[in-house]
């Protein structure tokens, strides 16, 4: 049922916290059913997590250094994947039977809730590498014997990248050949770098996108907003390419942050 079903979404630092609150408020704008969940570091301030409590039904702190449990073992080896480790703590969200995982610097745009109808590991391919699945949106199935899989993996093989995408392609290996109904449509993961990389197809298919993914170096609280005006400050020639969901992602945040600030 729904209520055993959730959105998780992670942020180790006020940065990408702020991610996560317009990713939690563009998820309940759009009515989603599912409970919300985020895993966030020791490093969130208390002002961060105060916002993250009025959208999110969960805000679950994750410590893997302190955890003292396997997670811990694992990463003291690789120090290196901390983040990623931080990430793989969605699997012991055992008291949910489905999840979908969404980085904190993406966006729904519409209802996904029909992702709750695919199975673990349904995501959508990366632009970059289209064999590989992107890890910013993906449905997975909590457990504590993958999780203890997924750590053992990264123990022993690391990550081809450096961060989670490389662990989860490694040890979801078959995603490209195994079942076609585990290849998310890019609507579901729309990355920016679409817009430039194929602008006829973005100009095509752009319209329908769902989720929204500023991957990439520059995010969107890395611009500066002015509420009154209604406008993106600095750098805006790479916003360029995503005016109208940088406008969005701004207008989303502060409806969610001004109103607590007056
Ligand atoms: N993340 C985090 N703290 C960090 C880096 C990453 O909480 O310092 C989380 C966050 O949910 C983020 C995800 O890990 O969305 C993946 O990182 P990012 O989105 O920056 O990678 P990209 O999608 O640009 O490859
Ligand atoms: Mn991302």
Redesign the pocket.
Known sequence: GWCNQAFV?????D??AK??VVLGKSLRNHKTSKKLVVLI?PHVSEPSRAVLQTLYDEVRLVDVLDSGDTAHLAMMQRPDLG?TF??LHCWTLTHYSKCVFM????MAVANIDELFDREELSAAPDPGWPDCF???VFVFCPSNETYGKLLQYCTEHGSFDG???GVLNGYFSDWATSDIRKHLPFIYNMSSIAIYTYLPAFKQYGSNAKVV?????T?PWSYTYDPNQRRVQGDVQEASSHPGYLLEWWSLYSSCVLPLKQ
């Open positions: 979404t992670l942020a180790t630092n940065k990408y991610g996560a570091g983040v931080t990430k980085d904190a610097d993406t992107n890890s910013g961060g989670d995408q993914h500023f991957l990439g170096k995010k």
